[in-house]
C-alpha cells in the first residue's frame, strides 16, 4: 500500500511539474514550486496520520465488530437450527403421546365393553337360570295338583254324594260303596278330563 502511494505521489509530481509554468501565471498557489515542500510535509503528515489511526484504532474496531457479528449470526443461526430439531422432537413426540392416549382409552373401552357385555351374559344366563327353575317348580306343581286332583276330586265327590243322599233319603250310606262308585265313574270319564 505504501509502494501505491509513493508511485501516485510520484506520478502526481510528474504531471504537477509540466504544468508549472501554466500555473504559476494562472496565480494557484498550490502549483506554485515554492510551497511544494511544505505541501508535501503536511500531505504525508495528515495521510499517514490518518493511515495509523484507521490501521491501528478504526479498522481494526470494524473488523472486530463484524466478525463478533458474524459469530453472533452464526451462534444464531446454529441456535435456531437447534430448536427447531427440539421442537419438531417435541412434535413428534407429542404426536406419539396423543396416538398412544388414544390407543390406552381405545383399549380401555374395549375392556370395560367386554366386562359390561360379560356382567350382562352372566345375569342373564342367572335370570335365564331363577327362571327355568321357577317354570320347573310351577309344572311340578302342576303336575303333582294333577295328579292328586282326580283323588281330591273323588273325595269332594264322595262326602258331597254322602250329603246329598242323607238329605235326599234321610239316611246315611255307607262310605265305600259311594267311593266304589264314585272311583268307577272316575275310570271312565279319566279320558275325557285329563287327558291320559
Same mark, same amino acid.
Given at each position: 500500500?505504501?509502494?501505491?502511494?509513493?508511485?501516485?505521489?510520484?506520478?502526481?509530481?510528474?504531471?504537477?511539474?509540466?504544468?508549472?509554468?501554466?500555473?504559476?501565471?494562472?496565480?494557484?498557489?498550490?502549483?506554485?514550486?515554492?510551497?511544494?515542500?511544505?505541501?508535501?510535509?503536511?500531505?504525508?503528515?495528515?495521510?499517514?496520520?490518518?493511515?495509523?489511526?484507521?490501521?491501528?484504532?478504526?479498522?481494526?474496531?470494524?473488523?472486530?465488530?463484524?466478525?463478533?457479528?458474524?459469530?453472533?449470526?452464526?451462534?444464531?443461526?446454529?441456535?435456531?437450527?437447534?430448536?427447531?430439531?427440539?421442537?419438531?422432537?417435541?412434535?413428534?413426540?407429542?404426536?406419539?403421546?396423543?396416538?398412544?392416549?388414544?390407543?390406552?382409552?381405545?383399549?380401555?373401552? =374395549?375392556? +370395560?365393553? /367386554?366386562? @359390561?357385555?360379560?356382567?350382562? $351374559? %352372566?345375569?342373564? &344366563? *342367572?335370570?335365564? !337360570?331363577?327362571?327355568? #327353575?321357577?317354570? =320347573?317348580? +310351577?309344572? /311340578?306343581? @302342576?303336575?303333582?295338583?294333577? $295328579? %292328586?286332583?282326580? &283323588? *281330591?276330586?273323588? !273325595?269332594?265327590?264322595? #262326602?258331597?254324594?254322602?250329603?246329598?243322599? /242323607?238329605?235326599?233319603?234321610?239316611?246315611?250310606?255307607?262310605?265305600?260303596?259311594?267311593?266304589?262308585?264314585?272311583?268307577?265313574?272316575?275310570?271312565?270319564?279319566?279320558? /275325557?278330563?285329563?287327558?291320559?
Amino acid at each position: 500500500m505504501f509502494r501505491r502511494f509513493i508511485f501516485y505521489y510520484l506520478i502526481l509530481n510528474f504531471v504537477l511539474f509540466t504544468n508549472v509554468n501554466s500555473a504559476e501565471s494562472g496565480g494557484m498557489p498550490q502549483l506554485n514550486p515554492e510551497f511544494w515542500i511544505s505541501q508535501i510535509f503536511w500531505l504525508t503528515l495528515s495521510f499517514g496520520f490518518l493511515f495509523i489511526i484507521l490501521s491501528k484504532f478504526i479498522l481494526p474496531k470494524i473488523s472486530n465488530n463484524l466478525e463478533l457479528r458474524k459469530s453472533q449470526i452464526l451462534e444464531n443461526i446454529e441456535t435456531a437450527e437447534k430448536q427447531k430439531k427440539e421442537s419438531e422432537n417435541k412434535i413428534k413426540e407429542y404426536e406419539t403421546l396423543i396416538l398412544n392416549s388414544k390407543n390406552q382409552a381405545r383399549n380401555y373401552f =374395549n375392556d +370395560a365393553r /367386554k366386562k @359390561i357385555q360379560q356382567d350382562i $351374559n %352372566k345375569k342373564r &344366563e *342367572k335370570l335365564e !337360570n331363577e327362571i327355568n #327353575e321357577e317354570i =320347573n317348580s +310351577a309344572e /311340578k306343581e @302342576i303336575i303333582d295338583l294333577k $295328579n %292328586k286332583a282326580p &283323588e *281330591k276330586i273323588n !273325595n269332594i265327590a264322595i #262326602e258331597t254324594s254322602a250329603d246329598l243322599i /242323607k238329605h235326599l233319603i234321610g239316611e246315611e250310606m255307607n262310605n265305600s260303596s259311594i267311593s266304589a262308585i264314585v272311583e268307577d265313574l272316575a275310570r271312565k270319564n279319566k279320558d /275325557k278330563y285329563y287327558g291320559n
